[in-house]
């Protein structure tokens, strides 16, 4: 399973896996399932939908639809999530369980991002659920920022960990948690301390770029995700914690697609679309850090090891052969513009089993 890096720049790596994304519904399906289904092998997909995926049985029709958008001839899986509400019973995590295609339980707070009105308003409404969750071993899968208004929305996460987190931590020490997108350094350095059961999901975004690229020379709708980039020094330590070789830390793109429109407007959604190139974003990141031999355990062993699932036996190779990303790509019926758009890569995907 050891990655292959020959003199000639080919990197032939385990086929990898996606461990934070966003699929959508309806004709987004159709763009948003072959695009994550031509280089990964698995997804595990949020369920923040209008409305959400809040029980097994919703998952497992969701999961049927998503099912029927993939690529023909494609084993791409999709790994289900349910929603945490205040409301969440008990029993609906034996259910979870018991079904064999729910993976996880998400917890977003109460209007923290996209489609998250639903979400939890205390996480102490939740303890039954994750006492549960902790018993039977089904991960929970954390949005760690606050919500408070007077919070300024750099510091959400910090605050979330202080606040929140520890306490989880604390309550449940035997519960797996990961911290999703974590885009600050004491996010990085709280899930290096932590136990066994702690993990975190690093995106593309926020390997790639800091605030200035948000903000300086302009507002550019396009980068504007939830966590919101953070400071040149929290990049840093993001890449640290993304190339130092950790089994803690793994793959998450957060590829999250909005129309165009509804990026570019007086109240512009957050997210950013990745997955048109996340595992070439990926190998810029890891190339730039000089830590190439270091992606097969970030992108395709450490992820299915917390999950408990089996690393995949396939192969992935990519060449360094620079190609420049679409300025625009479909998303259903409309356009959207993806995360890097018009930019240059350095590593491109030549082979790989990626439908079959």
């Known amino acids: ?53 809040t029980t097994t049985a919703q998952a497992g029709v969701y999961r049927q639809r998503i099912l029927t958008a993939r690529p023909e001839g494609s084993d791409w899986q999709p790994l289900m999530v349910l929603y945490l509400t205040d409301n969440t019973p008990p029993d ?37 659920v994750l006492e549960r969750m902790e018993k039977l071993g089904l991960p929970l899968l954390l949005h760690g920022e606050v919500t408070d208004q007077h ?26 948690i990961v911290l999703e997108h974590i885009t600050t350094a004491q996010g990085a350095q709280f899930v290096a301390s932590g136990g066994d059961n702690i993990a975190a999901t690093i995106t593309p975004q926020h390997l790639l770029y800091n605030r200035n ?45 909005h129309p165009q429109s509804k990026k570019e407007s007086a109240c512009g959604c957050a997210g950013c679309y990745s997955h048109h190139g996340a595992i070439e974003l990926y190998a810029e990141v890891f190339d730039r850090a000089n830590a190439l031999d270091k992606l097969e355990g970030f992108a395709s ?16 190779t990519l060449r360094r052969s620079p190609w420049q990303l679409p300025a625009t790509t479909q998303l259903g019926d409309d356009l959207m513009v993806p995360f890097y758009a018009s930019e240059t890569l350095q590593w491109a995907v030549v082979d790989g089993e990626s439908n079959g």
């Open 301 to 316: 062993h450490f992820g299915p090891t917390f999950y408990g699932l089996p690393i995949n036996e396939k192969k992935l």
């Open 213 to 257: 690229d948000l903000l300086a020379g302009g507002i550019r709708p396009h980068n504007y995700c939830l966590p919101i980039l953070k400071r040149s020094t929290h990049q840093q330590a993001l890449i640290e914690a993304a190339t130092g070789g950790s089994g803690k830390f793994f793959l998450g793109t957060d590829s999250a697609p």
């Open 1 to 53: 399973m050891s990655t292959t890096l020959d003199a000639l720049s080919i990197l032939t790596i385990t086929r990898p896996d996606d461990w934070h994304l966003h699929l959508r519904d309806g004709p987004a399906l159709r763009d948003t399932v072959a695009d994550a289904a031509r280089h990964f092998a698995r997804a595990i997909v949020m369920p923040n939908l209008a409305p959400p995926v």
């Open 151 to 176: 919070i300024d929305i750099f510091d959400r996460e910090a605050v979330f960990i202080e606040r929140t987190l520890a306490p989880l931590c604390t309550q449940f020490p035997r519960l797996k």
């Open 92 to 128: 609906e995590i034996d259910r979870a369980v018991s079904s064999g295609f729910i993976h996880a339980v998400k917890y977003y707070p109460a209007g923290a991002t996209t489609n998250s009105d639903s979400g939890v308003t205390d996480i102490k409404n939740a303890y039954g």
